[in-house]
């Protein structure tokens, strides 16, 4: 099959320099897989980066980065991102995708559950954007990814109030970033994906039935698109539903 035509104005992977949270979970590890064959070089932050190394023993070394991220510690980000740059000369994209999900509703749960969601979900990758835009922006065409959901685009009956909290403050931070480094090219979308078929969802009750859920890889597909995209082509929320609702 010939090669389809592409835009003139697409951005090639080649050098371009990812950085991506939370990557040995079900998303992370599908993004990292995705865009590594893409021919991206990725920057991959893990808690247990043994795991982690092990885990993409097969990526070519010459194109992948392990550091230790661990979302609660702000000091192992700044040296992540530090790390990166060191390693790689720059730094053109940060996805951030390392969250957590914990029930707590308007009538049970402890608020130290709160504490960990906004700590995780929010203010993990607050800092880590902060700290990543000075390298996006001497780039001219930085892109940040940050992994919402589409419980950050409504309220849906039974979902943890604390997480759909904390996901439509990613709505708000993709909305500030934006701002933030417009004028130097840096583009932010937040991808609200539904539910996707990963251990987050494994074990919770009345939650949407396995068939239906999104594949890791279907969003590694869209994430490998909204990098392709040049700075005029902005995608601000990008929502991906399972299910039909109004709206989205
Ligand atoms: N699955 C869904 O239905 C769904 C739907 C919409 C949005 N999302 C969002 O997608 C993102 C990825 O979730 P997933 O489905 O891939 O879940 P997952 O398989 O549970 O992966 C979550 C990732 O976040 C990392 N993480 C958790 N706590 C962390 C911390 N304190 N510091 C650093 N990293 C931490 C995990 O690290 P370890 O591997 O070390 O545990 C793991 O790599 C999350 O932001 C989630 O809210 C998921």
Known sequence: MADMP???D?????????????ATGGI??????RLHGDGFRVSLGARDVDRARHQFADFDPERVFVHRFEATDAETAGAWVDATAERFGRIDGLINNAGVLRQISMTEGDETVLDDLWAINVKAPYRLTRLALPHLKAGGNGRVINVASTDGK????????GYAMTKHAVLALTHATKFAAWEEGVRVTALCPGAVDTEM??????????????????????VALLLRLPNNALVAEMVVNTRLESGF
């Open 6 to 8: 592409q835009s003139p």
């Open 10 to 22: 697409t951005l090639a992977p080649n050098g371009r320099v990812i950085m991506i949270s939370g």
């Open 28 to 33: 992370g590890a599908a993004f990292a897989t």
């Open 154 to 161: 409504r309220y849906r009956d039974g979902v943890s109030v």
């Open 201 to 222: 969802i494994a074990n919770i009750p009345g939650v949407t039935p396995k068939a239906q859920r999104l594949r890791p890889e279907t969003l590694g597909e869209i």
